[in-house]
């Protein structure tokens, strides 16, 4: 199993870029597909990006052309570059991992505050 840890969230005016970055120790990252999600307050959690095993990448509508998943598994890192911050991403950011062959997202972290100030 791995166990994401996020960092990168903070306070940027609308208009700005944020990186969060999630390492997630297990010898078998490179087999997990990894997710980033955000829960707004009042609001359900949402999946923002993802990317495959093999690479297949997917956005949510309102963040396509702003923000950019990556992950380097070599380093066991996955990444989402948020550019163009809007009032309306702020929330709290989880990355999360799902197993080959599983439907559902079963390791999660913490989850790093992003806050877009207007």
């Known amino acids: 199993q791995v166990q994401p840890v996020e960092s990168g969230g903070g306070t940027v005016q609308a208009g700005g870029s944020l990186r969060l970055s999630c390492t997630a120790s297990?010898?078998?990252?490179?087999?997990?597909?990894m997710g980033w999600f955000r829960r707004a307050p009042g609001q359900e959690r949402e999946l923002v990006a993802s990317?495959?095993?093999?690479?297949?990448?997917y956005y949510e509508e309102s963040v396509k052309g702003r923000f950019t998943i990556t992950r380097d598994n070599v380093k066991n890192m996955v990444y989402l570059q948020m550019n163009s911050l809007k009032p309306e991403d702020t929330a709290l950011y989880y990355c999360?991992?799902?197993?080959?062959?599983?439907?559902?997202?079963?390791?999660w972290g913490q989850g790093t505050q992003v806050t877009v100030s207007s």
């Open positions: 297990g010898r078998t990252f490179s087999s997990y597909a």
């Open positions: 999360a991992a799902r197993r080959f062959g599983v439907a559902n997202y079963d390791f």
């Open positions: 990317i495959s095993s093999g690479g297949s990448i």
